[in-house]
């Protein structure tokens, strides 16, 4: 590439809820590029639209398909003599499509750059007042399709758990069929596991904890048994989960006073 071209390729999060999330730095980047793409496959922002977003930026965005974004020619040929922007929902490089399509571009000679904002796997503990030091791996949910069952979500619940930590249970997102996993539906995954593996890890008994609409002005942030949050209704989705390790009691406290725990089930939890 010719080292005088301008092209290059900048990835910005759009953090967590609507367009008011962008941060001063990102909208700067966006009122000085040439062309601006989005995808929404990998997170999706709740409570917004694209033409919220294009009347923010004062500037259209094009929406890519996964398949465009696996691909990417067309991004990357424009990016080799454009200013191309791609926003992303939450923070850029949480998802390892974008870490490959970073790798892709500066393998072409195209320079990159990072504009950061707020993520969902820093968002929920804060939310909850739980210590994000304290959490494992983070695990993701899917849809069951015909003989498609992973369990995979549930192995890392375990691993966490006979370590102490907690863990974080991302809720699928299918974006293109208008499909997003609810906390409720999740659990129910969760004890179809549970039941398929028997290591008693989950049930009716345990104390979880759902996170919803995390960023915008109210979000819903619960904490309580399976059984009861299984019946609560959280609103239109995006959801989350968290599934506690060992609790330090202000945690336990935190847990009571943020998210709603019972002090019976909190004092059950401090006796273990």
């Known amino acids: 590439m010719n080292s005088m071209s301008k092209g290059r390729l900048t990835f910005i999060g759009l953090g967590l809820y609507d367009e008011n999330d962008i941060t001063l730095k990102g909208l700067h980047e966006l009122q000085q590029c040439d062309v601006v793409y989005a995808e929404f496959y990998t997170s999706k922002l ?3 639209t694209q033409q919220k977003i294009e009347k923010t930026i004062g500037k259209p965005v094009e ?22 922007v791609l926003l992303v929902g939450g923070d850029p490089m949480m998802a390892t499509t974008h ?12 320079p990159t750059s990072l504009i950061h904002n707020s993520s969902i796997v820093t968002a929920a503990p804060g939310l909850l007042g739980l210590q994000n030091y304290k959490f494992g791996r983070t ?4 849809y069951p399709e015909k003989e498609y069952f992973p369990t995979s979500p549930y192995e890392i619940i375990k691993e966490n758990r006979s370590l102490g930590l907690h863990t974080l249970v991302l809720l699928d997102i299918q974006n293109d069929r208008g499909r997003f996993m609810t906390a409720n539906e999740g659990l129910d995954l969760l004890l179809r596991m549970e039941q398929q593996i028997g290591n008693h890890i989950i049930d009716e008994t345990s104390v979880v904890c759902v ?3 995390a960023g915008s002005l109210h979000p819903i942030v619960a904490s ?10 959280f609103g239109p989705p995006l959801h989350t ?8 009691f202000m945690e336990l406290q935190a847990l009571v006073v943020f998210a709603g725990l019972p002090e019976e ?8």
């Open 139 to 142: 695990a993701t949910l899917a």
């Open 265 to 272: 089930t909190a004092q059950k939890l401090q006796k273990l």
């Open 224 to 233: 309580d048994t399976v059984a009861r949050l299984r019946k609560k209704d």
């Open 241 to 248: 989960l968290v599934i506690p390790g060992n609790l330090h």
């Open 211 to 213: 996170v919803a609409h």
């Open 63 to 84: 929406i890519l398909s996964r398949e465009q974004i696996e691909n990417a020619a067309v991004l990357l040929d424009r990016a080799e003599s454009e200013h191309v």
């Open 46 to 48: 709740s409570g917004t």
């Open 99 to 110: 870490v490959d399509l970073r790798l892709r571009a500066m393998e072409r000679g195209i």
